[in-house]
């Protein structure tokens, strides 16, 4: 599975971009996706994840309200929506596919997903 990361850009604090992570496979579908960042110095952490039929949504706390996880299972994407951007959102984002059969805590681990994209790097000046 190749999963293509894009839609990461310089914005300014208050702004919005849209990230985009589009899959090679077809069975997509029955995926959790999940969206981890690393910021500059520091370790990569969970920011959200989706279930395989966009039911179930999970966010890390920092962003709950600003960003929104989504997916087109037809078009083999997912997406993160990111809004009123703070300058510590800044960190190259990367998109990851969970094969696994469950929705439960482990999505905010990295440990559980199969499949990483190559990221995409964020910058949101003050």
């Known amino acids: 599975v190749q999963l293509q990361a894009s839609g990461g850009g310089l914005v300014q604090a208050g702004g919005s971009l849209r990230l985009s992570c589009a899959a090679s496979?077809?069975?997509?579908?029955?995926?959790?996706m999940g969206w981890f960042r690393q910021g500059p110095g520091k370790g990569r952490e969970f920011v959200a994840a989706?279930?395989?039929?966009?039911?179930?949504?999970s966010y890390t706390d920092s962003v709950k309200g600003r960003f929104t996880i989504s997916r087109d299972n037809a078009k083999k994407t997912v997406y993160l929506q990111m809004s009123n951007l703070k300058p510590e959102d800044s960190a190259v984002y990367y998109c990851?596919?969970?094969?696994?059969?469950?929705?439960?805590?482990?999505?905010?681990?990295?440990?559980?997903?199969?499949?990483w994209g190559q990221g995409t790097l964020v910058t949101v000046s003050s």
């Open positions: 990851a596919a969970d094969t696994g059969d469950y929705y439960d805590h482990r999505v905010r681990l990295e440990q559980p997903y199969d499949y």
């Open positions: 989706i279930s395989w039929n966009a039911v179930r949504t």
């Open positions: 496979e077809r069975t997509f579908s029955t995926f959790v």
